[in-house]
C-alpha cells in the first residue's frame, strides 16, 4: 500500500469553497455535482492524500454519487483557472483522484502542480500519473485503471511549437491544412486541446452554433466576407486569425479563480 502524506490544515479564517469572497483567503471556488454535470474530464493523477484531508485543506463539500465502480465520494472546484474533480472511490485504497476538465493547452504535470501548491505538498505525493515517463499503472485498482497508461504529450508545448513552425507539422502553410493538423491532434487527444472552442467561437459571433469551428474562425477572421480564390496573403490572414482566436480562447479557459467555472 503506498504510504499516506499528511496534508497541513486550513488557515483558521478561511472561508468554505462554497461562499467565496472577494478577497478571502480560500484559493479554490467550488462547483456542485449538478452545475458541472457538461464537463468532460480526463484523469490526471492518484495522490497518496486522503480525500477527506483534501476537503479539510480547501474547505470543500465532498458530494456523493455513484458510476460504473460504485459508490464514490467527489468535490468539483475551480483552482488557477482549471476545473478540477477529486473522487474516491468506496472500497478502494486510501488515495485521492485527480480529474481535469477537457480543454486548453495547460499540460497535465501543471495542473497537478497548482493543486499540489494549494494543498501544501510537493511531488511525492503523486503515487501515479498520466504523463510520468516510465509510470506503472498496471496495479492499479480497477477504479484506478481509467487513466491513460502511458505518458500524455504536453499540450502546451504542442501549441507553442505549432505556432513557431506551422509548416514542420502542416506541410504548406494554408488555413485548410493547419485545420487539418488540428483537427487530427485534437481527434486523437479526446479533444483536449480545442474542447469547448466551438461553442466559445459561436457565443462570441453571436450564432452559428450548428457550425464547425474553422467556418466561425473564418467569419470572425473576415467579417466582411472574402473573395475566392484565395491568395496567398488571404491563406496567411486566415491562419494568423485563427491562432489568435485559439489563443484568446485559452486566455478565456484561465479565468479568475474568484469567477464561477466557465461553461463555454
Not at 208 to 236: C, H, I, M
Amino acid at each position: 500500500m503506498t504510504e499516506m502524506i499528511e496534508i497541513p490544515d486550513a488557515d483558521g479564517d478561511g472561508e468554505p469553497a462554497t461562499e467565496l469572497r472577494a478577497g478571502g483567503r480560500n484559493p479554490v471556488r467550488q462547483a456542485s455535482m449538478f452545475q458541472s454535470v457538461t464537463w468532460r474530464s480526463s484523469w490526471l493523477a492518484l495522490l497518496s492524500v486522503d480525500l477527506e484531508a483534501v476537503a479539510r485543506r480547501l474547505r470543500l463539500t465532498l458530494e456523493t454519487s455513484w458510476d460504473g465502480h460504485g459508490s464514490l465520494r467527489a468535490a468539483f472546484f475551480v483552482l488557477d483557472g482549471t476545473d478540477f474533480v477529486v473522487t474516491h472511490h468506496e472500497g478502494d485504497p486510501p488515495g485521492t483522484n485527480v480529474w481535469t476538465r477537457n480543454g486548453g493547452s495547460v499540460d497535465p504535470a501543471a495542473r497537478v502542480g497548482s493543486l499540489l501548491a494549494a494543498l501544501g505538498v510537493g511531488p511525492e505525493a503523486v503515487s501515479y500519473s498520466t504523463w510520468g515517463v516510465g509510470t506503472d499503472l498496471s496495479h492499479l485498482p480497477a477504479a484506478w485503471g481509467r487513466g491513460r497508461g502511458k505518458p500524455t504529450w504536453s499540450h502546451q508545448d504542442l501549441w507553442a511549437n505549432f505556432k513557431k513552425r506551422p509548416g514542420m507539422f502542416a506541410g504548406r502553410v494554408t488555413f485548410g491544412a493547419v485545420v487539418g493538423f488540428l483537427n487530427g491532434y485534437d481527434t486523437a487527444c479526446d479533444n483536449a486541446l480545442l474542447g469547448g472552442f466551438q461553442e466559445w467561437l459561436a457565443a462570441k459571433l453571436g450564432y452559428g452554433s450548428n457550425l464547425v469551428y474553422w467556418a466561425l474562425a473564418e467569419k470572425l477572421t473576415f467579417p466582411e466576407g472574402r473573395q475566392e480564390p484565395w491568395s496567398p496573403e488571404t491563406e496567411q490572414h486566415a491562419v494568423a486569425g485563427l491562432f489568435s482566436l485559439i489563443d484568446e480562447f485559452f486566455d478565456h479557459l484561465a479565468i479568475d479563480t474568484k469567477g464561477h467555472p466557465t461553461t463555454a
